[in-house]
């Protein structure tokens, strides 16, 4: 079992955890439609179905919230905030938004025509679905290394510089209304993106006159992988590392329940100021005034305080040592998952675990209802259920590039023996895997179907134990 560091911190709240018995999980798997999102919070014993907005918060976060200005216009806690992002983001302007994906669905309604494409390393499940409801057609172009799970390349979210140019080229540049990087590539493992292949999808975007965005839930995690692993970035600090990844930009989305390390909230940032004016209508008209964005102030002042803390080293370290102690672990133990470890979640080849279950059977949500029959455990699958989609010229159903797992650690809130029992249950539940059988799909909406779906075992549940 690889080694893991302690934490950098003191925990002072605990919050008690319930066990319950396999016989009351399969009933209240029934009872959710097989669908892990359908489970109430506390029937979880472990929950890694997310790190988005389930950090525990630092006491200076607590005490920025007593700080709190809850004016409804030009609160100093917006004012704190617009502080941190220009110094920390770099772009004149921005406007607050209650989440990632709300500041997604402004920038679409904005620049998104019928039949327009959005190139992307790959783009996560609001990002794509924003896409698609506007009319567009989000395109995944990560090098081949990203979706060969066993490799351990140590920039898996790079974009395939040659695919992209060919792309632009045969998309034309006037059907691009913008371009994207997603840092960690979060649908590919959370693996990160080098500042050298940042610079040439830069580059590849400004030379044909398309806007760059970049998707930046994870940056400081990136940033402190391209501090480990890249030539020449060694010396440099993750402010520095994050100044110069976002100066390629001309704007990024963000949501702060990440590596802002809050609760709720995020952000649209861009220096085009046409765009900001527009954008600060349609904030008005979908989330609130340009200075709360849909937040109250003690948001704001959590994720102020929280975007420079998600920037400490230490802090930085562990919970890379973190990620990887589990990953690292699962795979000793036999369990494919991808490697090398990304920053935020071990990913679980559902694929390889389930071989005898094909795609269209929902490997990787088959793997999610028994870990959490066998162990309380809450995953999510990132497989066919969430990234399969209809081809808009053939009528095909294309489904996910790969099937997988995904076990999102919440910042700050598990510990060593967490992990050893997530560990233990999956190597026990993979020498027992051939006894699992798939699902299928009783009802689903169009978009981001995972959220909401009922699903069916083709098989009884209750005869896999351990």
């Known amino acids: ?79 704190r905030l617009k502080e941190a992002i220009e110094d920390i983001f770099g772009f004149k302007h921005f406007v607050p938004t209650h989440q990632g994906r709300a500041a997604e669905n402004i920038l679409c309604n904005l620049l998104v025509e019928p039949g327009n494409h959005i190139p992307n390393n790959s783009h996560f499940d609001t990002t794509g679905a924003n896409i698609r409801a506007s009319g567009g057609v989000p395109d995944d172009l990560a090098i081949e290394e990203a979706y060969q799970p066993a490799t351990r390349h140590p920039f898996k979210g790079n974009v395939d510089l040659e695919k992209l140019e060919a792309y632009v080229q045969a998309t034309g540049p006037d059907n691009i209304p913008f371009g994207m990087v997603t840092v960690t590539n979060n649908a590919g493992g959370g693996q990160p993106i080098s500042m050298e292949n940042l610079r040439a999808v830069a580059d590849i975007y400004h030379r044909h006159d398309i806007p760059f965005f970049v998707d930046a839930c994870r940056y400081a995690e990136n940033a402190y992988f391209i501090k480990l692993r890249e030539p020449g970035y060694a010396d440099k600090g993750v402010y520095e590392i994050a100044r110069e990844m976002f100066s390629l930009a001309d704007g990024c989305t963000m949501s702060a329940k990440k590596d802002g390390l809050a609760n709720i909230g995020g952000f649209l940032a861009m220096n085009d100021d046409d765009l900001f004016e527009r954008a600060k209508q349609e904030l008005i008209l979908r989330e609130g005034f340009p200075t709360y964005g849909g937040l109250s102030g003690r948001d704001l002042d959590a994720i102020a305080v929280g975007l420079v803390e998600g920037q400490d080293e230490d802090y930085l370290a562990y919970r890379l040592d973190h990620t990887a102690y589990l990953v690292e672990g699962l795979a000793e133990r036999g369990v494919p998952v991808i490697l090398p470890p990304g920053g935020h979640a071990a990913y679980v080849d559902a694929a390889a675990f389930l071989p005898h279950v094909p795609p269209e059977q929902f490997p990787g949500q088959a793997l999610t209802i028994h870990l959490y029959l066998e162990g309380g455990i809450r995953g999510i699958d990132l497989g066919s259920t969430v990234f399969a989609h209809t081809d808009p010229d053939t009528g095909e159903t294309i489904n996910a590039p790969m099937e997988l797992v995904r076990l999102a650690i919440p910042r700050r809130v598990y510990t060593q023996s967490h992990l050893d029992f997530v560990i233990e249950t999956l190597a026990e539940l993979y020498q027992r895997r051939e006894s699992i059988q798939g699902v299928r799909t009783v009802w689903r909406p169009e978009l981001l179907p995972h959220f909401t779906a009922i699903y069916e075992p083709l098989g009884d549940p209750a005869t896999v134990s351990l």
């Open 1 to 79: 079992m690889p080694s893991l560091p302690p934490e950098p911190f003191r925990i002072k709240t605990v919050e008690p955890l319930r066990r319950t018995t396999r016989q009351e999980r399969l009933e209240l798997l029934k009872a959710a439609g097989y669908n892990i999102f359908g489970l109430r919070s506390e029937d979880i014993f472990i929950d890694l179905l997310t790190d988005s907005g389930t950090a525990a918060m630092s006491h200076h976060q607590w005490a920025a919230l007593m700080q709190a200005d809850e004016s409804y216009a030009g609160a100093r806690s917006y004012f």
